[in-house]
């Protein structure tokens, strides 16, 4: 019971850092993108580590299913923020209320589009696998009665 709560811990902090991978890549650097990769890959690195490390404290066991979901929640936690940036942008109020160009560095929409699109193939991937291979797992305990205890 406690490796699955710590594993939770992780993923959830795995799909923060995934989700801030999103949101970064929408930002526009003028004056080059080797800095935004940069940026963008030093975040996906603790996302790495803490997703694996959710895996590994249960030991890999439906580990595609967890981190398609911990990747499938991150990207839509960003979509959602992405989504309430473009609705902000399009009120005229905001216009009249903040100061010019006071978020003009969120908008570079295509590599950002690009990046979530990727993650969100990946956990619907990885999510699919698992999925197909729990209930592969879940037909072979029902026809072997030596497998089941109790």
């Known amino acids: ?4 709560i710590i594993s939770v811990f992780f993923y959830i ?14 930002i526009k650097i003028p004056e080059g993108g080797s800095f935004k990769f940069a940026v963008v890959g030093g975040f996906s690195i603790p996302a790495l580590i ?3 490390l959710g895996a590994a404290v249960r030991r890999f066991q439906n580990w595609k ?4 979901i911990a990747l499938l929640s991150g990207v839509g936690s960003s979509l959602l923020v992405v989504i309430n940036f473009i609705c902000i ?30 993650l969100a193939g990946i956990g619907g991937f990885l999510l699919k696998i ?18 089941r205890s109790g």
């Open 13 to 26: 902090i795995g799909g923060f850092f995934i989700s801030a991978v999103c949101l970064l890549s929408f």
């Open 89 to 118: 942008l399009l009120t005229p109020e905001f216009d009249k209320l903040s100061p010019a160009n006071s978020l003009s560095c969120f908008s570079d929409y295509y590599s950002g589009f690009i990046v979530m699109s990727v």
């Open 1 to 4: 019971m406690a490796r699955k």
């Open 65 to 68: 299913f967890s981190i398609g």
């Open 50 to 52: 803490f997703l694996i």
């Open 130 to 147: 698992g999925k197909t291979r729990i209930a592969e797992q879940g037909a072979t305990a029902d026809r072997c009665p030596l497998g």
